[in-house]
């Protein structure tokens, strides 16, 4: 017996570090960027196959405790232990703000489930896949999970939770990845002992979660530009809490230099992707094309 699941990519438009405070935020799912899950009967002990680790899934580093935690969680509910391989296909780059680890916690959720014989409902899958966020990043909002699980725009709210925002934007989304491991636990550590010391960090937190709501509505109203020069302002605010790198904030002059509408860090900062909010197609390759030394790769999405 097999079973498998397939998760896609996210990336956050708006609103990373203050969603953790209780303000909204909008993020989307990358569907061009996926892993799939499969898990399998085996003899002897239970397995892991990934890109990065092949060997017993109880022995792995550290940075798989969440899974971990997925697969012990699943057991304890089934009431039994069966030896499984666990085998993870397909690539989304980790540590770069992408939601690599929420895809595989959800992926991992929903398969070992189906193996098992859970009934597990929605709300069940979103709150394992939460707390195995929790393990990895120290302090999850639950966007990241939403996201991966949603077919459309995710808009979240801690006290609403996830709602589906349908339609476009009419604008063109320039994805760059910086090459550079993001660090999201660090990064939320270090902006929470920002905010216990300085009210002005506060302040601008508050500003930062009202943004989100602003391109909502931009959103909505299909004004690019409205929502590019929130993009604007939300990275002069994360580059202030420190999340921004010398790398990002050349490849954002060079973005506003070529025509972008906004551009920003997206995810945790110190490294990761940054995106740009481009007007059309030819824009986003002429900005592409200019940071090709900075990145390690790119994407380029119709919103």
């Known amino acids: 017996m097999q079973t498998s699941c397939t998760a896609h990519g996210k990336v956050i438009l708006i609103g990373e570090h203050s969603v953790v405070y209780g303000y909204d935020a909008l993020a989307m799912p990358i569907k061009a960027l996926h892993i799939t899950t499969s898990v399998e009967e085996t003899a002897g002990t239970t397995w892991m196959d990934t890109a990065l680790y092949h060997g017993p899934f109880f022995e792995a580093p550290d940075d798989y405790n969440g899974l971990k935690y997925v697969v012990r969680e699943l057991c304890k509910r089934a009431g039994k232990e069966i030896p499984v391989k666990l085998t993870y296909t397909g690539e989304i780059p980790i540590e770069r703000g992408l939601g690599s680890s929420a895809t595989v916690a959800l992926g991992t959720t929903k398969a070992l489930s189906q193996f098992l014989g859970l009934k597990l ?8 896949t939460n707390h195995a966020e929790t393990i990895n990043h120290g302090k999850a909002s639950g966007l990241d999970a939403a996201t991966v699980n949603s077919e459309s725009l995710v808009f979240f709210s801690k006290q609403a939770g996830p709602q589906a925002l349908e339609g476009t934007l009419g604008a063109i989304l320039l994805i760059m990845d910086t090459g550079d491991l993001g660090n999201t636990r660090e990064a939320v550590t270090m902006v929470a002992r920002l905010l216990e010391k300085s009210p002005a960090a506060k302040a601008d937190m508050q500003r930062l979660g009202s943004l989100a709501d602003q391109v909502e509505d931009a ?36 973005a506003a230099k070529d025509g972008a509408l906004g551009c920003k860090l997206s995810g945790g900062g110190l490294g990761g992707i940054v995106i740009a909010l481009c007007k059309d197609g030819a824009s986003a390759r002429k900005i592409a094309a200019d940071c090709h030394d900075l990145i390690a790769h790119h994407w380029i999405e119709e919103i």
């Open 219 to 254: 959103w909505v109203k299909q004004d690019p530009a409205a929502v590019g020069t929130c993009f604007n302002e939300a990275q002069t605010i994360l580059a202030s809490f420190g999340l921004s790198t010398p790398k990002i904030d050349q490849m954002c002059q060079i």
């Open 121 to 128: 409902t929605e709300q069940d899958i979103m709150d394992i």
